[in-house]
């Protein structure tokens, strides 16, 4: 079984970076996509950023393009989500997911994490 633990939210001023982190453990981490998705109170879990099993391709949500970047090793078994120029709208729960080879967009995953709280004052 697959378990997923989030870490590195917190409470930041608008403007700030934060860099959230998930350790994988249970399968062999190379085999899976990884994506973050965010859901704020009253909304819809929504797709911020997916990469490919090998790292090679990445995928964005437009709200967060340019400012956030996916990445992970596959020797740590971790996959971090950097995070910078953080607005008010960017508070959300952060959860990190992992599906078999082929990342998506939707939350087709088989596999969540708890999720860490980012919290961006104005």
């Known amino acids: 079984q697959v378990q997923l633990v989030e870490s590195g939210g917190g409470l930041v001023q608008a403007g700030s970076s934060l860099r959230l982190s998930c350790a994988f453990s249970g399968r062999t981490f190379n085999s899976y996509a990884m994506s973050w998705f965010r859901q704020a109170p009253g909304k819809e879990r929504e797709f911020v950023a997916a990469?490919?099993?090998?790292?090679?391709?990445?995928y964005y949500a437009d709200s967060v393009k340019g400012r956030f970047t996916i990445a992970r090793d596959n020797a740590k078994n971790t996959v971090s989500l950097q995070m910078n120029s953080l607005k008010p709208e960017d508070t959300a729960a952060y959860y990190c997911?992992?599906?078999?080879?082929?990342?998506?967009?939707?939350?087709?995953?088989?596999?969540w994490g708890q999720g860490t709280q980012v919290t961006v004052s104005s």
């Open positions: 990469i490919s099993f090998a790292g090679g391709t990445t």
């Open positions: 997911a992992a599906r078999k080879l082929v990342p998506r967009t939707t939350p087709e995953y088989d596999y």
